[in-house]
């Protein structure tokens, strides 16, 4: 069965989200009042129980293994309970999982258990730029060979390889940033969904006209400020395909990358015309959540991952809910800002090493992603090749559906490049409050960057 350390505690949406934009963290990791998490010790209490009686179970062993986990506590384990419950069934190897904090708390916390010696055989850990900052060749076993890395889809495989090998495997399902909105308001007002830029201002100004508010801000949660200039990504690469690379070699930057520099300018002119609500800065999540639902708040800069929580609090709307890409300038492309799953990765040193590696090969294979995907609904499509969504999908998530099938997305630029400051948040709550203007932003996050990339010892800072 499956043990925890720690107390089953409520998954609060805006940790999540902020693990998901930590580095940005994996979104797209990422924070609820809605999803509590369920101990895997009741869900596979059942089946063990069953079998103590009739002698060792599993498939390819007798005796009964164990393999430790570290697990961010924010992050839902509906999904993960149920896979648990289902390698112990197939192999007769227990999982005991210790919940630790997200974020730099939890950061800290494994870079510590490795420099004792003290670290589970696996750990739930950010994809993408936070990679580096655990060492992987020293404390990360190479996935590289393994046969199963072939079934995963190579956009993600980018976010958890360094130097040429391959340390991590997706721990759950994409997100997306993008916009959600209230399609019964969009109905009601005769509004269609927004290619370009342009567009989505002028749709603004016909909700504003009606009395309600046009873009939700809830920055209550400065992190949540991030999501327009994040996402816009996806239109930056377009035109841009190689801004990733020369970002990290600081060969280009926002300030004076024109099309850098028009996520800040976005954010800045939705505060400028006002089509924020009011109260956006001391706005709550759930105040977001509320708007949204209710219509009152019409668009939501946002990452999919907090629709668990509209469901959870408005389970009567979230069917109204859709959600499409943040236009560019022009009509095409037009494709969709993606935030790669966090990562379980395999102590180089584990001490039930043989154990850890059929619990991943197992979590990853079809079988293990579709019982994943039956507990816990996902929050976008998965990076796993013939794993389709569920019927039951939230219908914002199928929005995003054709973004994927197109071949129009793109991996949010934390997970192409490791290079992101720490005061993105409060800048963009500058640039959105219209306290400093997009370019001077732009330029105060050149600066902020520095310090990260000089510790990361890149190339040309």
């Not at 995907?373 to 996902?378: G, I, L, Q, T, V």
């Not at 976008?380 to 013939?386: L, Q």
């Not at 902020?448 to 990361?456: E, G, H, M, T």
Request: charged fraction near 20%; proline fraction near 5%; glycine fraction near 8%.
């Amino acid at each position: 069965m499956m043990k925890r350390s720690k107390g089953i505690a409520l998954i609060i949406s805006a940790a999540m989200l902020m693990m998901s934009l930590a580095g940005c963290g994996g979104g797209t990791g990422g924070e609820t009042n809605a999803a509590k998490g369920t101990d895997a010790g009741t869900s596979a209490a059942g089946t063990s129980e069953a079998t103590d009686t009739q002698g060792a179970k599993g498939e390819d062993s007798n005796e009964q293994q164990t393999v430790t986990l570290l697990m961010d506590r924010e992050t839902p384990h509906e999904g993960l309970n149920a896979v648990i419950a289902a390698i112990e069934e197939k192999y007769n190897i227990v999982t005991e999982v210790e919940d630790i904090p997200s974020g730099t708390e939890g950061q800290n916390i494994r870079q510590t258990r490795f420099a004792t010696g003290d670290m589970s055989d696996i750990t739930f850990f950010n994809s993408g730029s936070l990679l580096t900052t655990m060492d992987p060749a020293k404390n990360f076993l190479d996935l590289t060979n393994e046969s199963y890395i072939s079934n995963i889809d190579e956009s993600y495989l980018k976010t958890v390889t360094v130097e040429g090998k391959i340390y991590g495997v997706p721990a759950n399902s994409t997100q997306a940033g993008a916009w959600m909105y209230n399609k019964k308001v969009y109905e009601e007002l005769g509004l269609t969904v927004p290619k370009t830029w342009d567009e989505l201002l002028a749709n603004c100004e016909k909700i504003k006209e009606a009395g309600k508010t046009p873009v939700i801000g809830a920055y209550a949660s400065p992190g949540w400020a991030q999501l327009v200039l994040l996402s816009d990504f996806y239109n930056v690469q377009a035109q841009m395909p190689d801004f990733a690379a020369k970002y990290s070699a600081n060969k280009a930057n926002f300030a004076e990358t024109p099309i850098a520099l028009r996520g800040f300018e976005k954010l800045y002119e939705i505060g400028e015309k006002g089509y924020f609500n009011e109260d956006f800065l001391a706005a709550t999540p759930e105040d977001a959540y509320k708007m949204l639902a209710q219509g009152s708040g019409v668009m939501f800069p946002m990452l999919s991952g907090v629709l668990a929580s509209i469901a959870a609090s408005y389970p009567d709307q979230i069917n109204d809910i859709g959600m499409f890409a943040q236009p560019g300038d022009s009509a095409e492309p037009n494709g969709l800002t993606v935030w790669q799953p966090n990562a379980y990765y395999i102590n180089k040193n584990a001490e039930n090493l043989d154990a850890a590696k059929k619990w991943i090969e197992f979590f990853v294979s079809k079988e293990g992603v579709e019982i994943f995907a039956k507990a816990e609904k996902p929050l976008g499509p998965y990076v796993v090749k013939g794993v389709e969504l569920p019927d039951d999908v939230y219908p914002a998530v199928k929005d995003l559906l054709p973004y994927f099938e197109s071949g129009k997305i793109a991996s949010a630029l934390e997970f192409e490049s490791p290079v992101k400051g720490p005061n993105l948040p409060q800048i963009c709550v500058e640039c959105a409050s219209n306290m400093t203007d997009a370019k001077k932003c732009a330029e105060t996050y050149d600066q902020d960057v520095i310090k990260q990339a000089k510790q990361l010892g890149l190339e040309g800072w």
